[in-house]
């Protein structure tokens, strides 16, 4: 889920609740705090306790949370992860180490020290194109020797490589698709749900995707994913970050600029963001969901 800021650009606990419950109320089942979309590696670790506590408070007790606990260091990475326990929250989640070179052994190490920080299920972040580091499947099955390793948050375009993931941690293992473009895809080989960066924006596109899939109803499932890809064609000839808050706001939820270096949208965008905005309420209403 997005990280919500004020004007001042610091967190806003208020407005992190809000949007908990907005997702909540149009049918996600769980959210995935201090991620990608969240901007949890741009914020301090008090920032990202307190966006994670504020998501706790307003949550309804139906919804699960899991805490993106991965920091550059594996002190910090820990820290947070007790912290991600003390409040309540159902899992943890962690990118590898990022920036320096690290191997197999250390990623293993890492990992495995956030895990004795918490008694809390563990899902990897497999998201190469952002850490530089590639899960391998010998590393998948050493990480398996801990109990804790429940799943996958998988963001790579390889459905195939999703795939073998799952072979690899059997029936039980958790997969989540990444790529929004590709939920259906995912479903289809393996992925038990989803988590996106978008997500937020359309919520009801992807829950009415998912129940389309579970019931079988493939060309309506097919139908949606076009519609939602059609939606981030278009975010992505935008500053895709700052596009995605512009449009929370327009739908009522105002989470403040993306933090700097991240590009927020600028006047010039505008236009088209409202032309799209309105194109999602359309979508939204023809798939029967409540906006």
Known sequence: MNSCYDAKGNVSPEAAGKLTQFLASR???????????????????????????????????????????????????????????????????????????????????????????????????????????????????????????????????????????KTVGGPDFLLFNGPDEQLLAGLSVGADAGIGGTYGIMPELFVALYGAFKQGKLAEAQKLQTRINEMISELLDMPIYGAIKALMKMRGIDCGEPRLPIEPVREEHMPALHKLHEKLMQYIEQAGAKA
């Open 27 to 165: 049918g996600v089942r769980g959210v995935y705090v201090g991620g990608s979309t969240g901007e949890g590696p741009l914020q301090s670790a008090e920032e990202r306790k307190l966006m994670l506590e504020a998501v706790m408070a307003a949550k309804p007790e139906h919804l699960t949370v899991i805490a993106h606990v991965g920091a550059i260091t594996t002190r910090e990475s820990a820290e947070l992860a007790r912290h991600a326990e003390s409040v309540g929250a159902d899992a943890i989640s962690a990118v590898p180490p990022f920036y320096y070179r690290v191997s197999e052994r250390g990623v293993e190490e890492h990992w495995a020290n956030i895990m004795k920080a918490s008694s809390l299920p563990f899902i990897i972040y497999h998201i190469p194109s952002a850490t530089g580091f590639s899960l391998t499947k010998p590393l998948l099955r050493k990480m398996l020797e801990y109990p804790q390793t429940i799943g996958v948050k998988i963001t790579t375009p390889s459905v195939y490589e999703l795939q073998q993931f």
